[in-house]
């Protein structure tokens, strides 16, 4: 028996001079529809039947390459030269269980976390919650088989039920919001790490970059009652959406410390860099005293700080990875939200014909926020 799954593949190579990720690993990454035979399960893994995917910036930086053909992508990838099932962001229903899996039934309407932790006994990190910087974690689609394909295998820690998305929304419409629930929940981690530091519940918050977790970054804020919540985008039509869920949205172009001190004073108490472009210099000098910078962006890039200005204003640039144990949170937020989640896909396709095709030409998916996809039951005739 087989499935039909969408394979990334790469050519193996290593990079002069050494660059982070698949940007140092990979050339010439190809998707291929294929089919694949049914699998095994393991101790502690579901399977699951895929229903809906979406589309990350992470999967898009992966397939985009430069000008010796390497993949733009700094994150960590292993395995594409022998093939691997992309994608990580999914809404799906469980169809079997391994030996040993308890809290789920055949049948229970999933998502996923994409970052899997070593949730080991000897693991530091782990054992006190941290699983987000858990060095043995991976990532699904860059370095374990991920979702896009009629079926995927996962842990059965990474998954978690959205039946308080069915129960508002009803099936169709919270399969298509589920796979929100991931990059929500990066955003909803990125907020705490930052309140974490700051000792604050609601600070003035400053988003660079517009896209999905820009946009959930400053959707958080308001919701935590922050101040003043201001997000700089170049885009249109992101800028557009960015309006719905900010105080104020700014063009690049007409962002400097001049209009940060009219809108916040001092400075915002944390700027969350959502987009990788930032001169990091330039942010230390914007954020109040006291207040941190939280970088979640990879773009491989080496940046040299003035640490006296770090030290006199006890600034703080904090690192943020990942999700594990904010996407069920995430769910709760996009059952209960005020304004409709929809409202971040901006594009629906049918099947793995289309969501291949859309992802070879990653460009074009420059305006859009979220790409959605229904996979069972959308599958069209394709040539592998």
Known sequence: MTYHSMLLRA????????????????????????????????????????????ICGTDVHALQTDGEGYSCSSVPATHWESG???????????????PGVGGFAKGDYVTADSLVPCRRGDCRLCRTSRWNACPRAYLLGFQADGVFGEFAVLPATSIHSIDPLIARYGLA????????????????????????WLDAEAP??????????????????????????????????????????????????????????????????????????????????????????????RTGQHVCIATDTV?????????????????????????????????????????????????CEPNRLGDELKVSCRIFGGLRPYSC
């Not at 691997?84 to 391994?98: K, M, N, S, T």
């Not at 589920?178 to 974490?196: D, M």
């Not at 969350?272 to 942010?283: P, S």
């Not at 896909?345 to 095709?357: E, F, V």
Request: charged letters at 15%; a positive charge; glycine letters at 10%.
């Open 204 to 297: 003035s918050v400053l988003v660079l970059g517009g896209g999905p977790i820009g946009l959930f970054l400053a959707w958080k804020a308001r919701l935590s009652g922050s101040p003043k919540v201001m997000i700089v985008e170049p885009n249109p039509r992101r800028a557009a959406f960015a309006r719905m869920v900010s105080d104020l949205v700014v063009h690049p172009d007409q962002f400097d410390a001049r209009c940060s001190q009219d809108v916040f004073g001092i400075g915002p108490d944390v700027v969350f860099d959502a987009c990788g472009q930032a001169q990091m210099n330039a942010v230390l000098r914007l954020i109040a005293p006291g207040g941190v910078i939280a970088t979640m962006a």
């Open 84 to 98: 691997i099932q992309f994608g990580h962001e999914v809404a799906a229903r469980v169809v079997a269980l391994g």
């Open 173 to 196: 419409t919270a399969q298509r919001m589920a796979s929100l629930a991931e990059p929500l929940g990066v955003a909803l981690h990125a907020f705490h790490q930052a309140c974490r």
């Open 11 to 54: 050519q193996k190579s290593v990079r002069q001079p050494e660059r982070p990720g698949a940007a140092g690993s990979y050339r010439l990454p190809e998707l291929s529809l294929v089919e694949r035979k049914w699998p095994t399960l393991a101790a502690g893994q579901v399977l699951l039947k895929v229903l809906s995917v979406s």
């Open 311 to 359: 030290i006199t204003s006890g600034q703080a640039i904090v690192g943020v990875r990942g999700h594990v144990g904010h996407v069920p949170r995430a769910v709760d937020m996009l059952a209960t939200s005020d304004i409709d989640p929809e409202m971040f896909i901006t594009r629906n396709l049918d099947g793995m014909s289309q969501l291949r095709a859309m992802l």
